[in-house]
């Protein structure tokens, strides 16, 4: 009788996942990035942390940034961040799991305003 009953919770908790998953949807409004300097100077220019938060109760991947006309004098990641002409792909397209926050630094002459582009 025990085994029976955790066999039909088991499958409720199943359903209910899988119904929720499907319900879940991300915007480009769920991905808050926040910008800092962080005081240090790097080739003469002044450095900046980013932080790209998933705001999303839900799992987001292939997140892509406008870098239109972005420019850094430090190195930065290509796992992390990835120029390909006026777009960066971040995280190497990889999931970002929900409420997950990922940084990078940069360092240029002034802060660059970084945008989700799609998802």
Sequence with gaps: MAAQIFKLFMAVILTLCL???GMCQ????DLKITQSATG??????????VDVLNACPCTQSSITLD???FQTVEDID???????GDDCLFNNGSPISPFQKIFFYYAWD??????PVFL
């Design 19 to 21: 119904f929720a998953e």
């Design 26 to 29: 991300c915007s480009k409004d």
């Design 40 to 49: 240090t100077v790097i080739a003469g220019k002044p450095e900046y942390k």
């Design 67 to 69: 870098c239109h006309g």
């Design 78 to 84: 290509p796992a992390i961040l990835a120029k390909n």
């Design 110 to 115: 002034s802060l660059f305003t970084f945008k």
